[in-house]
């Protein structure tokens, strides 16, 4: 990634936003300006009124996901390596996959309550699919002249699967996972505010909302898109180091 244009495409935006304010183009009751909306976000990290809300929001996306991964990686290994057992499933799995999460609030709320359980369950339901998925195709992607290869040489199954499928799999895995974790917070803030939760970002959102709390809105928005962009390039710095060899 290209750091200076990066930054220059958030300076241009924040720019952009600035003129919008100072000419009034929308109502600043409705669209404060940068410099209010980012001093509210430092007021609203300095005081720690947005800590425990972070905490929480944090700890069900690292179970939603690590659950999710636990049930989508082995299950997306077996579908990459047996080829009739993919087919089985592969309309209920892209049925899964194109199910909104809204749609399925109401289900888990009947099954799990209104607690963190029917979250999480939602959560990885949602990404365990993405995660099967990026799997599957990792192991069916690979490398036929390689499989070939190994078998000439006497390589069991057991062996084609470790030393082969397993790692040509690898660099599809990561990029599940990369695209599930930022799909996970997202899904997490929606169901902390439509199923609702004590804490949580998604409630501040709410809460922020029906006080008319303008600027401490805009700032947990953004602080929503930073701990993505931040969850997004942890796992990248992992997708280098894994994957150290792909692409070279």
């Known amino acids: ?28 009751f409705f669209l404060p300006g940068p410099i209010e909306v980012f ?42 390596v047996f080829v009739k057992a993919y087919d089985f499933s592969e309309i209920l799995l892209d049925f899964a996959r194109s199910t909104p999460a809204s749609a399925v609030f109401p289900l888990f709320l009947l099954l799990f309550g209104v607690d963190d359980k029917s979250k999480i369950a939602v959560s990885v339901f949602c990404i365990s699919s993405i995660i099967i998925f990026n ?7 690979s490398k036929k002249s390689r499989i070939e290869a190994a078998k000439l040489m ?17 660099p599809q895995t990561i990029i599940g996972l990369r695209t599930s974790i930022s799909f996970t917070l997202i899904l997490i803030i929606l169901t902390e505010m439509f199923i609702g939760t004590e804490f949580g970002i998604g409630r501040k959102i709410i809460d922020y909302q029906y006080t008319y709390s303008i ?20 796992f990248a710095l992992i997708e280098k180091k894994v994957v150290h060899w792909n692409g070279k």
Do not use: C, H
């Open 1 to 28: 990634m290209n750091k200076k244009l990066a930054l220059l495409g958030v300076t241009i935006v924040i720019l952009f936003w600035f003129l919008i304010v100072q000419f009034q183009i929308i109502d600043k």
């Open 39 to 80: 001093f509210e976000l430092g007021k609203l990290l300095t005081t720690g009124q947005l800590t425990t809300d972070i905490v929480m929001t944090l700890i069900r996306v690292t179970l939603s996901f690590i659950l999710a991964a636990i049930i989508g990686i082995p299950i997306g290994l077996i579908l990459g």
């Open 135 to 141: 799997t599957a195709q990792g192991v069916r992607n």
């Open 154 to 170: 006497g390589a069991t199954k057991s062996q084609i699967f470790k030393e082969i499928l397993f790692w040509e799999s690898l």
């Open 215 to 234: 600027s401490s809105l805009y700032a947990t928005i953004i602080l929503i898109g930073l701990l993505g962009y931040l969850l997004n390039q942890a």
